[in-house]
């Protein structure tokens, strides 16, 4: 009807990259790459280098599943300069969690990709895990005599497979207690692995514990004496495994220190009532952000450490474009027209 | 390493359409369909039925590009229920305005289509423009008179072309003046339309009033009288062309209403000073919201009205979700695998 322009108006001469899982999976950089990488993005975030702002849930009408918006704007200097993006990312409820990852260097053409996000997600949060264990060691009796660690986790979904992964590397030798409701056929157990019968009998005498249930579990008892003094917990389930009644009882019991990858989201997400409320026990502020600990020295005492850790672009952002990075080199992916 | 899953584990049966530009263009809905659309979200928005949360701007380091992150959750009832997503848009100083709307109905497995943005946005806002003209129609002289209208158009980019288009629409007949830096050839002319000489001979007479200029245009002065008392103006182009100083001055002349799409919106983009500082005049609040109009009777006296609406998301998802079915019945676009 308005001939004065063709169709083709909006199409320019570039392409978008787009990355399916398997393509994901296929180009995870090792998790000791991944670990830098998140750790530079925590870094830059706590020192506003980065802008991240909170995460947005979707209101999805009261059911149980969830859909949260997460832009992120980072940048890499020399190594790429700004880039900006957003991840999607939606699940629970039974329903599986995934989505993408919108990846754009400003000024160059609009979107340079677009990448699944589970695979990616569940590599991140592990990463992160890493970076907080590298900032905050446990300092059990055990830790501090260097002794073999033992460790605990606490779930059977895509977290735990990532997370055995982290701990692998950074505590070799370490053996891990599962409990999930998952069958040992289904866990990804290393040799000296075991299966433990309950939550206590998991965490029990561990240095380092993951606890990485659905987030909808229904709340589980665990005994304090279940937690060594001076372990370090790896809390990637918000409230679910680990209550603020808990964390109040650590404190009261010792030194206890909670760290956090974002202050702002880890307050954001506080106030929203998802870290527990006033009546079942909230969780109190974190005491630290990961990246203001980076290269710091560790704490000379016995301090147990709750690294509850809730998810930032950000660290989604750097990997993303890590991997677009390597998939340009490898020809991985579909381009699609814009 | 971690044998105990496959690379596939994330990857599911079903797939993510991706439209291209190319493809949203051959399946955009009429112009009636388009308003009718946003006017639902529109109204779902006032009414609370739709979650908009402001849209997230995203600092890229003081350029001028800008990128913005745009989520949103509609309800479509019996027509598709409930409808998730996110529009990611970038552009500006120079580089072409585009990115992708993903759009989720949630609990079906995850997103079910990624659309181009850059038409999909023209589109949206034309309609938008339209549903305000619908709900406030010019009352000058003329108008009131019930004779024939006539409009101006200050810029000659897409969304001169698809404002052209909604005002034919909606005010058959109507003549056109045009005013942009671009050629005549370049502009969406109709018969009878004409390039005017200056933004006041544009603007002097026009029941209609279309400002649509880049967003870095530098500011003109606009004479008062160029603008008919109960001439109504569709603002897309924030403070531009019309400045906070000419809406005071309008405001003392006589009559004036300020109307937008998401008073939210509205409000957050003042308090980031992207409609005008207390120093250079800043728009006032708005009077009212499309939503809260639709259906009411039009005012019976002489009643400037300026509709600004920045763009809300609810708008984008509605449209994008309608394009996706139209695009599964006819099998247009890209299977992606997640």
Redesign the interface.
Known sequence: ??G??P??????ATSIR?L???DV??LLPSIGEQITLVERALRDVVRGVA?Q?PK?P????G?A?F?H?M???I?LGDAGG?V???K?I??G?G??I???V?V?R??A???RG?V?A??LTAARTAAVSGAGLRVAPPTTDRARAGGALSAAIIGGG?QA?TH??VL?LLAPGAQAAFYSRRAAS?????PGDRVASSIDDAMRGADIIVTAVAFDTAPREIALDSITPGATLLVIDYAATISGALVAALRARGAVRVITDSAAQFDSTRAAGKLGSALTGAWPAADAQIGELLGGAAPSGTVTTLVNHLGISACDLVLADAILTAAEERGVG?L???
């Open positions: 009807m308005l004065a322009r169709k083709d108006q909006f199409v320019t787009y399916s899982e398997a999976a296929s802008h702002p947005v979707l209101d999805l009408g059911g599943p859909a918006a832009p992120a704007a940048d700004r900006a993006g957003a999607w939606s699940g409820g329903a599986p995934g989505g993408v919108l754009e400003p000024g053409s609009g979107l677009i699944a589970a695979a895509v497979v055995r992964a692998q289904e866990l990804p157990l290393l579909t699609l027209p814009r």
